[in-house]
């Protein structure tokens, strides 16, 4: 089964940006659609950003236009550029296969954005 570890979280001022990035092993990524999720305080888990196995692209609303999610298959791995960071935006990110049931999730990075 895949193992995954976010990285590249941080503290930043409302406006800055941020560089995610979700390590696999285990397994290969090439064959799934795959997700960075948002996990505000208090609130579940959603997909923020999804990259499809031919690398096209959806986004939720609340960061379609700011955010781009992309994937290197050869390097197992996916990214997330974060722009125009809002305090909205604060909480710890995982990435996952899309609809991931009951696979295992990552310790996921956690993001804090000041205003």
């Known amino acids: 089964q895949v193992q995954l570890v976010e990285s590249g979280g941080g503290l930043v001022q409302a406006g800055g940006s941020l560089r995610l990035t979700c390590l696999a092993s285990?397994?290969?990524?090439?064959?799934?659609?795959m997700a960075w999720y948002r996990q505000a305080p208090g609130k579940q888990r959603v997909a923020v950003a999804v990259?499809?196995?031919?690398?096209?692209?959806n986004y939720g609303p609340s960061v379609k236009g700011r955010f781009t999610i992309s994937r290197d298959n050869a390097e197992n791995t996916v990214y997330l550029q974060m722009n125009s960071l809002k305090p909205n935006d604060t909480g710890v990110y995982y990435c996952?296969?899309?609809?991931?049931?009951?696979?295992?999730w990552g310790q996921g990075t956690q993001v804090t954005v000041f205003s």
């Open positions: 996952n296969i899309l609809r991931p049931g009951t696979r295992s």
């Open positions: 285990g397994s290969t990524i090439s064959n799934y659609a």
């Open positions: 990259v499809n196995t031919d690398s096209s692209t």
